[in-house]
């Protein structure tokens, strides 16, 4: 395991026009160069590309997967100040990544935010995914999807928690010893923290580090959401395996798990004593899911 604590992935940059502008895409390479990615991997509200490095490592032997800090997130460009009132627009920075990147059919995996955006994307492009691993995605109720209802959501404690976010340190190492076994981190392991905070903190005019996600865009991520996930999952042609936390999960996947599964062709687990941070938590069996996703035909 050290190996793989240890594993750098190549960290690249890429030029994407999008109908929602144009600007500079930063993303890690992992694994073999030599040929076309398995899997495209998209990160969740807040987070970035580099927070997964050591759940991703241990793959990078044998599969080659990209990971991107979507918009909004860690050293991507792409503006933030258009209009907006779901994720329609991550969507479309996926599929454009897809495009600018010349990858055909792929299987995607993604957590929260970046398995919705996922699923919006094979719903989108049915042709263009092998199959989905999301990883307790952000899901709201069936009858819930079409209102979008941004005053209910702005009501949620993540979002007053976004609001509230601490902009800047002194220092990464200020950050990491503020956020060390609190909140949200109580579950990472130190090297998952340190990931998150250095690509997740840029250079600030004081001399000091500011978060590269304002919580101005990660508000804008939580209200927003009137996107219809449902009909995507009916739009969608895939497999798709769901790993849902069992611990206050955003998912409200239950209300619909029999339409799920009447698909015969949609997973969904539950896994015991996991959180919204699942991915950190249980690595190991996002692994399998990533494999899985990969082997599908």
Known sequence: MDADLAYEPAQRRLRLTTPNGAGEV???DFGPQDRAPD???VHANGFNARAYRTILSPLAGTLRIVAFDQRGHGATTLPTDHARTSWLDLKDDLIAFLDAMAIGR?????????A??????????????????????????????????????????MVAGAARRRRGFPSHTAAIESYRGRGAFRTWTEAQLADYVTAGFKPSADGGVELACTP????SNYVNQAHDAWAAFDASRCPIWILQAAIDSPGRLREGAGRLAATGRIRLDTVAETTHFLP????DLVREAIGWAVEQP
């Open 26 to 28: 930063a993303f890690l």
């Open 39 to 41: 899997l495209v991997f």
């Open 106 to 114: 792929v299987a995607l995996a993604g957590h929260s935010m970046g």
């Open 116 to 157: 919705t955006a996922s699923l919006l994307t094979a719903a989108e492009a049915p042709g263009r995914v092998r199959a989905l691993a999301l990883l307790d995605p952000v899901i709201r109720p069936p009858d819930a999807e079409a209102a979008g209802s941004p005053e209910a959501i702005g009501a949620s404690p």
């Open 216 to 219: 101005e865009w990660e508000v």
């Open 280 to 283: 950190m938590e249980r690595p």
